[in-house]
């Protein structure tokens, strides 16, 4: 039985890690709602984008660490984590960020948003996920 309950644990994890894994850098056709994820500023460069409901609790490998601008289409809201499993320093972004230096993380001024993300969820406001998050105290959204 011990058997069977790890192997429907390694089955789980597997199909939720699979499109993370199966993402990649590029320029691919924005989605209708959701956002895109670009390594350089003003939505420049290689990018990636997930559609509202998706979400990276871990950034895969290649990922961590690389977004400078975000780009959100038709309502779609983003809420990015410093730290992996949507923990750490937070925001909540409802609009296009071109360049996400300009933003201060709350507990180090010194340092920005760039390059820090390490977790991340698109979803719409008021769902499920963000009432389910909204008293984490990841601030309002960005306009």
Known sequence: MRSRTTLSAVLLLCLIAVPALAQQW??????RMGACFYRDS????????????????????GFNDKIT???VFNGAVVAIFEDGGYSGERMRIDGDVDTLKRFRLRHDPSRNWNDR????????????WDRGHRDDGY???LR
Do not use: T
């Open 117 to 128: 993300i390490s977790s991340l969820a698109v979803f719409r406001n008021n769902d499920d």
């Open 69 to 71: 601008s975000i780009r």
């Open 26 to 31: 590029g320029r691919p056709h924005p989605p």
């Open 42 to 61: 003003d939505f420049r460069g290689d990018y990636f984008c997930l559609k509202v409901g998706e979400r990276w609790p871990q950034m895969p490998p």
């Open 139 to 141: 601030g309002p959204g």
